[in-house]
C-alpha cells in the first residue's frame, strides 16, 4: 500500500467514526457492508458476508481466493475496529485450506478489548517446522454485539485471512501498522470562556511565555536578559552622572582663597626679608 492509501483509510475511518456517533445499526456504514465489528487491515481477509459472519472458522462463504505474503519472523496483523469488540484471538491454521476449528492454533495471547480505531499485534515467532512457501491462514475471533440482532447480546464473529510464508530477508512489504482510536479523531472543544467578539488575548500572552510544560521558552529567556543588560547599564550611567557632580562640586580650599588676602601675605613675606637683611629703614 502508499502512503496515499493509507491517508485514504484514515478518512474514511474516521467517517465512519463519525456515522457511528448516530447509532447506525448492523447495515449501515463500513459496519454491515464491507466488514463485521472487526476485519483485518493487513493482510487482505476474505469477502465478508453479514449471512456467515457468526459461522466458523473463517466467517465468509467464500475459500481461497488470494494470498499475502507473510514474513517467517516479526510479523504483524493489523485491525479496522468499527466497533467495540472482547475477546479478540488470532490463531494460525498451517494448511492449504482449513475447514474446522481444531485446525487452528492460537497464535496470538487473547486481547479482552478494543475501541473502535486501528490496532495492530505482532504474531509469535513461526514455528521452525514451517518453511518459505508453505501456506497458512490467520485466523480471527472475537465477541462484538449488532443492536438488531439477537437483541444487543453477544455474538461470537469469524474472519481469515490467508497468506504464503516468506523468509523475513525476502520481506519488503510496508505493513499499516498503528495504534489509534476513533476518539484521537475527534476535534477539541472549544473554550467556553472566550468570546465571539474579542480574541483572549491573555490566553495568547501566556502560550508565548511558556510552554506545555510549563518552562519559560528561548524567546522569554532571551527577552528577560536584554532587559537586565539594559537596566544595568542605566544604572551604571545614573552611578557615573553622580560620582561626576559631585567631584566638580567639591574644588580644592586654595582655588577659592580671596586675592587680596594672598596679595598681604606675599608683602608680608617680603618684609619679614627686608629685615633681616636691614634694608628696610625703621619707622
Known amino acids: 500500500m502508499t502512503k496515499f492509501t493509507y491517508l485514504a483509510l484514515l478518512v474514511a475511518v474516521s467517517g465512519s467514526f463519525t456515522a457511528g456517533e448516530d447509532n447506525e445499526v448492523h447495515g449501515q456504514g463500513a459496519e454491515g457492508t464491507v466488514q463485521g465489528p472487526v476485519a483485518f487491515l493487513w493482510p487482505t ?10 459461522i466458523g472458522p473463517c466467517g465468509s462463504s467464500e475459500g481461497v481466493s488470494n494470498r499475502t505474503n507473510f514474513p517467517l519472523s516479526q510479523g504483524s496483523v493489523a485491525l479496522t475496529i468499527a466497533d ?57 475471533e ?6 438488531n440482532e439477537l437483541g444487543g447480546r453477544n455474538q461470537t464473529f469469524f474472519a481469515c485471512a490467508d497468506i504464503t510464508f516468506v523468509e523475513a530477508a525476502d520481506f519488503s512489504t510496508q505493513v499499516p501498522c498503528f495504534n489509534v482510536t476513533s476518539s484521537d479523531f475527534n476535534l477539541p472543544e472549544s473554550s467556553s470562556t472566550a468570546t465571539a467578539d474579542t480574541p483572549d488575548n491573555t490566553g ?34 545614573v552611578v557615573a552622572f553622580v560620582v561626576f557632580r559631585r567631584r566638580n562640586n567639591q574644588t580644592p580650599d586654595h582655588e577659592y582663597q580671596p586675592s587680596g588676602t594672598k596679595a598681604m601675605a606675599e608683602a608680608a613675606s617680603d618684609r619679614d626679608l627686608a629685615l633681616a637683611q636691614g634694608s628696610v629703614p625703621t619707622v
Request: charged fraction near 10%; glycine fraction near 8%.
Open 142 to 147: 472475537y465477541w462484538s454485539n449488532i443492536d
Open 204 to 237: 495568547a500572552a501566556s502560550d508565548s511565555s511558556s510552554n506545555s510544560n510549563g518552562k519559560l521558552t528561548s524567546g522569554t529567556i532571551a527577552g528577560i536578559a536584554v532587559g537586565v543588560v539594559v537596566a544595568s547599564l542605566l544604572v551604571i550611567g
Open 45 to 54: 481477509d476474505r469477502p465478508w458476508s453479514a449471512v456467515t459472519d457468526n
Open 84 to 140: 467495540e469488540a472482547w475477546n479478540v484471538a488470532f490463531s494460525i491454521a498451517y494448511t492449504n485450506s482449513p475447514t474446522v476449528q481444531s485446525q487452528f492454533t492460537q497464535q496470538v495471547a487473547s486481547v479482552a478489548g478494543v475501541e473502535s480505531g486501528h490496532q495492530c499485534y505482532k504474531v509469535d515467532d513461526i514455528p521452525n517446522t514451517v518453511a518459505a512457501g508453505s501456506n497458512a491462514t490467520i485466523q480471527l
